[in-house]
């Protein structure tokens, strides 16, 4: 009897959450770059923060530049496929199973906060980070969301070199941001170079494991390094929950 009693209590907590959660469900715009880890949105990343969304009862809408990939990349051989060419929104449709929209129908006004997954189209489709370096330019829509989004005080969250964004926009800001960890010759952070990057844009870059996240509560941006780091799955899926949750953290209610 005590285990049934039990049970009835956890269903009804569990209704109660549930019902609640979904009258205050928040908005969460999702930017996408495209599909594949070289030449668009890492797809682990975007996973891990759409399944986090949707368990946290956010309702999700996903955005993408409608414009050309920079170039296509066979993944099988880790190398540019010759003559051919794709579609940003396109190809990000495949991530969010045919919901999207273009980013030129994103503003403050309709998502309670947004999220940039990271991946090598977050510094080719919408920046060039990946060939100018800190001298790199954002996409002009980009750019537009993230100055909206920062002026009307809601959360911005991005994960792996998507942070890079936020510094070269927010960076006057003073925004503090996270893109890993420096060098330390054990090749599990290939990327460190982005830190020197990042504070030559104006950025404030703290340290942080594949685990962690920084929150940046002035600016309302939250950031964690997902596959700046070469982890393992779970590890970047874990990661990156933790700056979702953090994000939902932030919403007004």
């Known amino acids: 009897m005590l285990g049934l009693a039990r049970t009835a209590a956890r269903n009804l907590t569990h209704r109660w959450f549930s019902t609640n959660t979904s009258l205050q469900a928040p908005t969460v715009a999702v930017v996408l770059s495209g599909s594949g880890v070289y030449d668009g949105s890492e797809v682990h990343e975007a996973s891990a923060a759409l399944v986090s969304l949707t368990r946290a ?26 003559n051919e060419t794709r579609n940003v929104l396109a190809e990000s449709a495949r991530i969010s199973r045919g919901n999207m929209k273009p980013i030129t ?11 940039f997954p990271g991946g090598f189209g977050a510094a080719k489709n919408l920046s060039d980070f990946a060939v100018k370096g800190g001298d790199m330019t954002v996409i ?7 100055k909206d989004f920062h002026g009307a005080k809601k959360p911005i969250g991005l994960c792996c070199i998507a942070p890079m ?8 800001s003073g925004v503090t941001i996270t893109l890993g960890k420096s060098d330390d010759g054990s090749g599990k952070w290939p990327y460190a170079g982005s830190l020197e990057a990042a504070k030559g844009l104006g950025a404030n870059v703290i340290e942080q494991g594949v685990d962690e996240v920084t929150i ?21 899926h874990d990661g990156v929950a933790k700056m979702v949750n953090a994000v939902l953290g932030l919403v007004k209610s």
């Open 57 to 82: 009862g956010a309702d999700v809408v996903c955005y993408a530049p409608d414009a050309p990939q920079m170039h296509v990349i066979d993944h099988s051989k880790g190398a540019p496929s010759e």
């Open 105 to 115: 129908e994103l503003t403050s006004g309709v998502a309670d906060a947004v999220i």
């Open 140 to 146: 002009p829509e980009v750019e537009r969301v993230l």
């Open 165 to 172: 964004l936020a510094a070269k926009v927010l960076g006057g």
């Open 216 to 236: 940046d509560q002035a600016n309302q941006v939250v950031t964690t390094p997902a596959f700046m780091y070469e982890g393992k799955f779970h590890e970047i």
